[in-house]
């Protein structure tokens, strides 16, 4: 059911096509609405993951918490309204153990929510009850950043060779979430000013990436490079 909201349904973050206007004027309001039309706004996207994990049986609660980047909610010590928002949905497969989700969010795999909405307090309603809980965190290695390279230097100091970049968990959510919904030319663009960034003379090319259409996969970037003058 997740993998079918990411890769179905269509949103405004994730087709330009798709607007508030659009919604509206294809009478896009329920659930049902969604699946047969198979777009909607991104809670539209969040209650139709919903509708059809209830359907089949699995227990399911809508998540309203804090968002790190801006502030420290606490029930106890910041009990304001302004300072949570609903983050996403929580699924319980195996009795008492909660997964926190985002279907919406295509960069986001299942299980996982954002950085910024991890180790957070939330409420989790379901229905006309509601429980506290504390969303889980990716363990660090499941965040795996790893770079591997095949360089040679010529005589006059130019280096060549190839890079191999993976990332995982986090890490490609961050990236992943800069490169979605661009095109082929822009996402080259993007990876490129990284890389200059860092080192400005850096020629880039045959820059392949893959695993940006599947949240479940890591993100791969794959390219040649060539860097003038890098040695004496």
């Not at 006059?156 to 661009?182: H, N, P, W, Y």
């Not at 030319?185 to 880039?204: F, G």
């Amino acid at each position: 059911i997740h993998r079918f909201i990411q890769t179905r349904i269509r949103t405004p973050q994730s087709d330009d096509l798709i607007t508030a206007e659009s919604l509206d004027e294809n009478d896009v309001e329920t659930p049902t609405d969604v699946l047969k039309k198979q777009m909607g706004s991104a809670i539209q996207a969040d209650f139709l993951f919903a509708a059809l994990t209830k359907a089949a049986g699995v227990d399911v609660k809508v998540v309203i918490g804090g968002d790190r980047r801006e502030n420290f909610f606490s029930r106890t010590k910041y009990p304001f309204s302004d300072f949570v928002s609903m983050i996403g949905l929580a699924v319980n497969t195996e009795g008492s153990m909660w997964k926190f989700i985002d279907p919406c969010d295509k960069t986001v795999p299942f299980g996982v929510l954002p950085w910024y909405r991890e180790g957070v307090e939330a409420m989790a309603v379901g229905g006309t009850q509601f429980t506290w809980l504390k969303t889980t965190m990716n363990s660090a290695a499941a965040n795996k950043s790893q770079r591997s390279g095949n360089f040679t230097i010529n005589a006059d100091g130019t280096l060549e060779g190839d890079i191999r970049m993976e990332f995982s968990g986090q890490e490609a959510v961050i990236r992943k979430s800069r490169l979605f919904g661009k095109s082929p030319t822009e996402r080259e663009e993007i990876v490129k000013a990284e890389i200059q960034s860092k080192l400005s003379t850096a020629e880039i090319s045959m820059l392949s990436i893959s695993g940006l259409e599947n949240s479940g996969e890591p993100l791969l970037l794959t390219m040649k490079i060539r860097i003038p003058s890098y040695a004496q």
